[in-house]
């Protein structure tokens, strides 16, 4: 079942949506058409909704393509797909944030600008074609190769992607990630506080401790390591300490194990410390300029099976290999946090250097996108 799967994937990408874009390229391109697209989420993803608001508010509309693959049933999908490569086919401008296999299905038209607006900030683990575990090994051409320009969060992230993605380095620009932009808004940073004290008034006057774990293995069969220790840390800090679980979504669909409904980057404005292992998601974190925990328990297995882009040990935060002194390193996090203030404000400068708040307007004026 799963070979014949595959091969009617290949099938459309490879011969129907090809034919079905040359079909509707005949028709001229539409000035001033925008397509924001997304096939990992049932609703607009975070990485795409500053851009989505600020268009809005320029008077453009946007016509969204967002749907979860994994979860839409084949007949739906299909719809899906000849609704996108129909409107593709006459765009002047498209977004994305993620891997997105219909736009690369066949060369795009020169007249039509598509944008990569990219999902993570910084340099952590392996991705694309520098490792095994994200390209399928049965896909055939360069998924990225229609990019007209990937925002990057830092110019030290623009040569390692033009190698992962394998795309020109001229096409990658260190305009910083869109969604970070809300970082640097005190307004939505008041009503994340405001919604999270709403939903969990028992955490009033607690430190909060947010723990956000990539997940292991693939998107069908995910699975996480650490949670025991996390818990037994948790009991161990006592009550004046509030932990929240944000397990990937990946895990939360075979068996939810988040207790937390409010999504990561929300809870970044009332966080004390964070703690994650592989995940990107400690760039964001940082523009916040607050403690953060590094627990790796499987660093070795990890490191040798996936890779890293720098020397995971050498960051300047905690680095946690045993569950044991988790708890210690938690109530330790802000006297780290201030001794080695000087080499985290490098390292946050370094690798989200262009993230300063006005990321969303710089991509604007790039592609020549502004009122």
């Not at 095994?132 to 360069?142: A, C, L, S, T, V």
Request: aromatic share 12%.
């Amino acid at each position: 079942m799963f070979r014949i799967r595959q091969y009617i994937k290949m099938l459309l990408q490879n011969v129907c949506l090809p034919m079905l874009y040359r079909f509707w390229a005949r028709r001229p391109v539409q000035k001033g058409k925008i397509l924001m697209a997304d096939a990992h989420h049932t609703m607009m993803p975070f990485s795409m909704r500053r851009m989505y608001e600020t268009l809005k508010e320029e008077g453009k509309e946007p016509e969204l393509f967002v749907a979860d693959f994994g979860t839409l049933g084949f007949g739906a999908m299909l719809r899906f797909l000849v609704r996108f490569m129909r409107a593709y086919a006459t765009a002047e401008y498209v977004f994305i944030c993620d891997y997105f296999l219909p736009a690369a299905s066949c060369k795009k038209r020169p007249e039509t600008t598509l944008v990569q607006l990219w999902h993570s900030c910084g340099l952590m683990k392996k991705i694309a074609f520098d490792t095994g575990e994200d390209i399928p090994k049965n896909y055939r051409g360069n998924m990225f190769g229609n990019y007209s320009y990937l925002t990057m969060s830092a110019q030290v992230c623009v040569p390692v992607h033009a190698h992962a993605l394998r795309i020109p380095q001229e096409r990658i620009v260190a305009t910083g990630i869109s969604r970070t932009d809300y970082y640097f808004d005190p307004k939505w940073n008041a009503r994340c506080q405001e919604q999270f004290y709403a939903q969990h008034p028992e955490a009033a006057g607690k430190k909060i401790v947010v723990w956000a774990p990539t997940f292991r293995g693939n998107a069908a069969q995910p699975y996480l390591i650490g949670l025991s220790d996390i818990q037994r840390a948790a009991a161990a800090l006592g009550d004046d300490w509030q932990l929240l679980i944000k397990a990937h979504p990946h895990i939360d669909a075979h068996g939810r194990v988040s207790n937390c409904t409010i999504p990561t980057e929300e809870l970044f404005a009332v966080a004390d410390v964070l703690i994650t292992d592989y995940s990107s998601v400690m760039f964001d974190y940082l523009l916040y300029k607050k403690p953060l925990v590094l627990f790796s328990p499987d660093l070795a297995e990890y490191e040798a099976k996936r890779g890293f882009y720098l020397d995971y040990r050498s960051m300047p935060f905690p680095v946690v290999e045993d569950g044991g002194a988790l708890a210690g390193a938690i109530e330790g996090s802000a006297a780290y946090a201030e001794a080695h203030r000087a080499e985290q404000e490098d390292f946050c400068q370094t690798y989200t250097g262009a993230c300063d708040g006005q990321a969303t307007e710089r991509i604007l004026k790039l592609i020549g996108l502004t009122c």
